[in-house]
């Protein structure tokens, strides 16, 4: 029996970071790439990492390099690279820069691997998802991204210190592009069991919504120079281990969608089941009139930034 392998491309902040927690949790042998002219550090950060191994008590090998032959027949494919938006740029100049770069990786995942699935963190996460599906020509299941697992882990946390009980007990849920218009379902969110509606006045759970939707831009202001990784990571690694392990569970994703909640051709976050087939389903859910206007704003919002693309 083989072990999995999984390739994660950039190794910024969130690669690296991802790279650590994927190694920890053995899920899978661990190639992290990046650019040739970054070649040095990428080698030097595996190399590090894998010298974590006895003093953590990992068998996971971790390599670096900017070679796709070191990513052959990888199982999972996760995509972190690309530039984060500085200072006079504007999202447009984003969105054509990381399509780039999309392109360009995607064709080499695609010639050395092309039976694995591909993760896509890169931001603006559902056009570049929706990028990668394209350039890929894999089929939509094999073609994921990440926001939901971010979004509500950002949500689940401010409840959690709310109440002053442990994040375990919380769930929350989203739906929409990853942007200031997600739509936190609150009425699909509790705490063990109970809905939160009940536990938190209107006006507090008001304010978390509208922290979680901002969530990326607290984190930004705060950086000062980057944006979020740690919690990027941490969210990567539970699809990915969702999977690689075949758990078959409930978490939001970038799906594509073929008119599931009245869309079509698009990448967005939406509940799906996550499995060895990928998105093994995306759940529909009845939505309300006011739900159904602030998808609809959302999605608004996703085919704009698609537009950009080329
Ligand atoms: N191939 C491989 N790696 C690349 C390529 C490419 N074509 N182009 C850029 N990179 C690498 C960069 O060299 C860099 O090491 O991607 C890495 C990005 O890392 P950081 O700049 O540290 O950015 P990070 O904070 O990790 O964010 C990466 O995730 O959350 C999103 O918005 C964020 O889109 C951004 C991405």
Redesign the pocket.
């Known amino acids: 029996l083989k072990r999995k392998k999984i390739s994660v ?9 991802t790279a650590f927690l994927l190694a920890q949790k053995e899920l899978g042998d661990v190639v992290l ?3 040739p ?2 070649e040095g ?2 080698k030097g950060k595996a190399l590090d990492m894998l010298e974590a191994s006895p003093v953590q008590g990992f068998d996971t090998n971790i390599i670096g390099t ?1 070679s796709y032959e070191d990513t052959k027949d990888s199982d999972l494919v996760i995509i ?6 500085k200072p006079g740029m504007s999202r447009d100049d984003l969105v054509q820069t ?1 399509q780039k ?1 999309m392109k ?2 995607t064709a080499e995942i695609v010639k050395s691997s092309p039976n694995c699935h591909i993760i896509v ?3 603006p ?1 559902d056009a ?1 998802t929706y990028t990668v599906f394209k350039e890929s020509g894999f089929p939509k299941n094999r073609v994921i991204g990440q926001s939901g697992v971010l979004d509500t882990a950002r949500f689940r946390t401010f409840v959690a210190q709310e109440l002053n009980l442990s994040v375990k007990d919380i769930t929350g849920f989203v739906l929409g592009g990853h942007g200031d218009d997600m739509v936190p379902l609150v009425r699909y969110s509790y705490a063990g069991g109970i809905p939160l509606e009940t536990l938190i006045p209107q006006d507090r759970l008001d304010a978390i919504v509208e922290r979680t939707r901002k969530g ?1 831009g607290e984190i930004v202001s705060l950086l000062g120079n ?4 740690y919690a ?1 990571a941490a969210s990567l690694v539970e699809m990915a281990e969702a999977i690689l392990k075949d758990q078959r569970r409930i978490l939001p994703a970038i799906a594509y969608l073929e008119g599931e909640y009245g869309h079509e051709g698009l990448y967005l976050g939406v509940p799906t089941i996550l499995g060895k087939g990928g998105i093994e389903k995306v759940i529909e859910l009845e939505l309300t009139e006011d739900e159904k206007a602030a998808l609809q704003k959302s999605v608004d919002s996703v085919r704009s930034v698609m537009s950009v693309l080329s």
């Not at 491309?9 to 970071?17: D, L, Q, S």
């Not at 980057?226 to 990784?229: I, P």
């Open positions: 491309i950039g190794a910024g902040f969130t690669g690296a970071t790439v990046d650019i002219q970054a550090p990428t900017s972190t690279a690309g530039v984060a938006r990381n770069v360009a990786v963190l890169t931001n996460a570049m990326g980057g944006s979020a990784y990027p």
